[in-house]
């Protein structure tokens, strides 16, 4: 029984030491990037009520969340997305408000995925969410926020890959086939299978300019040239614009210098049905799936009572990690560093005053009595292994400073210790 107690439910974790605090570095980095773009923080319940996220939303299938009930038997769920949580919030408390509204968040989302996925149930997301501004602009920023969200994590080598909501529906609102070939037509164009589309459509007779875009589909892929392709084969107004809104969006990056770090792919299809415009993913090696997600969904605040557009991106923390890991970037925790007072019992009430001295002037330091069973020696070794950056060691009146960053050793009286600090 307790063996079984010491183990986590499937696709949960515990996150500790060296890698909790790289965590919580990586966290304040992305938050760091967030308040320079003056984005003011934001936090919701970690359940709803079901409806929140139910099909009408748009966001995952309701066999993916977990559901419980409350005392009244209403069906809450544990979010599985933020998106609808910040947009529930800011219709709520925002309603009349029509102005640029800034908000970030992080929060954990939960995923009832099957066993064999081998992915975590449980993630830590940290996001942005731009309300009340439709332009080019808004779109930008959040690509541009991405972006240095990644840099300030440490990566050098990653990827924004840009999409276009609109110019898929426009096309596939001027195809006059099936529900079932437009399903067809979806799954080809989101695995890249250009031969089982070439198979579909010689049997369609549907207009030679869709025939052709869809047969080009898998190219429209790549740098800001690819562009000029696109518009080249837009039939109608809808994906005409949509081509448009990316060049507008490309004019802002190039102006941060960022465009090296962005490619753009209108075969790019999104699950969650709320996406109404442009759609964007961050990729970086080690990960088989996106470190970061976003895009424009105008149309969902007003299932909550608001009609505002809106567009917002969130960063998988945990994914992160993992490319950070993989690709040997280490995370500096200078910020995270801290010292061992170690000491004598009878030094008890110096060593209080002068750890509550150290403390006050900003340094981490955690107190410990020394036990007779345990040499110094014992306890360097520990801290050290622990992430601690020196040692202090009281005795007789004497501090001994044993510095593990420098490998070095000094001693001084106490009284001359404390003027020094």
Do not use: W
Request: glycine content about 8%; hydrophobic content about 35%; overall charge negative.
């Amino acid at each position: 029984m307790i063996e079984k107690l010491l183990h986590t439910p499937e696709g949960v974790r515990d996150i500790y030491d060296r890698e909790c605090k790289t965590k919580n570095s990586i966290e304040s980095r992305l938050g760091h990037v967030m308040e320079l773009f003056g984005y003011q923080e934001i936090e919701t319940p970690t359940f709803e009520f079901f409806d929140v996220f139910n099909h009408e939303t748009g966001t995952v299938s309701s066999r993916e969340m977990y559901k419980f009930f409350d005392r009244n038997n209403d069906t809450l769920v544990l979010r599985p997305d933020m998106t609808p949580s910040i947009a529930r919030s800011v219709a709520k408390y925002y309603s009349d408000c029509d102005y640029p509204l800034r908000f970030s968040y992080k929060g954990n989302t939960f995923l009832n995925l099957a066993s064999y996925q081998g992915k975590l149930n449980e993630k830590t997301e940290m996001g942005a969410e731009l309300v009340n501004d439709d332009s080019p602009e808004a779109d930008a920023e959040g690509i541009i926020m991405m972006i240095e969200g990644f840099l300030a994590a440490g990566l050098e080598e990653f990827r924004i890959d840009i999409g276009q909501v609109d110019f898929y529906k426009g096309m596939m609102d001027a195809l006059d086939v099936s529900d079932e070939i437009k399903h067809r037509i979806h799954e080809y164009i989101e695995n890249k299978n250009a031969l089982a589309m070439d198979s579909l459509l010689a049997g369609l007779e549907i207009q030679p300019c869709y025939r052709e875009i869809l047969t080009a589909y898998n190219d429209l892929f790549g740098d800001a040239t690819m562009l000029a392709r696109a518009r080249e084969l837009t039939v109608n107004e809808r994906c005409r614009a949509a081509v448009e809104r990316l060049e507008k969006v490309y004019e802002v990056l190039k102006l941060y210098g960022y465009e090296k770090y962005v490619s753009f792919d209108l075969g790019m299809v999104n699950h969650h049905d709320y996406y109404t415009g442009i759609i964007f993913r961050g990729y970086t090696y080690g990960t088989g799936d996106a470190i970061g997600k976003g895009g424009r969904y105008d149309n969902l605040y007003a299932q909550f009572g608001k009609n505002s557009p809106a567009i917002g991106f969130t960063i998988l923390v945990d994914d992160l990690l993992i490319a950070l890991s993989r690709q040997n970037i280490r995370v500096s925790l200078k910020e995270y560093s801290y010292g061992v007072l170690l000491y004598e019992k009878e030094e008890n009430a110096d060593a209080i005053s002068l750890a509550m001295d150290l403390r006050k002037g900003g340094v981490k330091v955690q107190l410990t009595s020394r036990q007779e069973d345990r040499s110094v020696d014992d306890y360097i070794s520990f801290v050290k292994g622990q992430g601690a950056d020196r040692l202090l060691y009281l005795c007789k009146g004497e501090v001994v400073c044993y510095d593990f960053v420098n490998d070095s050793k000094t001693t001084q009286i106490l009284q001359d210790f404390r003027e020094e600090y």
